[in-house]
């Protein structure tokens, strides 16, 4: 299984920006579909965006469209989730997720995906 290290989480106020990184190593597969996932306190883990390994393919939940942007670095080994105009609930461990099979279109599901980080806390706050 590939290994995924998430960065950059932190405190931020409503209406600021953060960027997530996943740093990835140990891949046995030549491509894979990514994606990004997030669990509230007493919440159940939820989708947030999903990559294509050619980067031509994203989705987004319907939360987040349009405020946050999932993109590859430029060689492949690390993955970014670029989030604007945070609000209160948008506050969660965000994970990053990664598989070799192919791309749900939409919605990804949970198990869609073998390989995890360990998550990376983004708390937005006043």
């Known amino acids: 299984q590939v290994q995924l290290v998430e960065s950059g989480g932190g405190l931020v106020q409503p209406g600021g920006s953060l960027r997530l990184s996943c740093a990835s190593s140990?891949?046995?597969?030549?491509?894979?579909?990514m994606g990004w996932f997030r669990q509230a306190p007493g919440k159940e883990r939820e989708f947030v965006a999903s990559i294509s390994w050619s980067g031509r393919d994203t989705f987004y939940s319907d939360s987040v469209k349009a405020r946050f942007a999932i993109s590859w670095g430029n060689d492949k080994n690390t993955l970014y989730l670029q989030m604007n105009s945070l609000k209160p609930e948008d506050t969660a461990v965000y994970y990053c997720a990664a598989d070799p099979g192919p791309l749900r279109i939409g919605v990804s599901l949970s198990t869609d995906f073998a390989s995890w980080g360990q998550g990376a806390q983004v708390t937005v706050s006043s």
């Open positions: 140990g891949r046995a597969f030549t491509s894979y579909k």
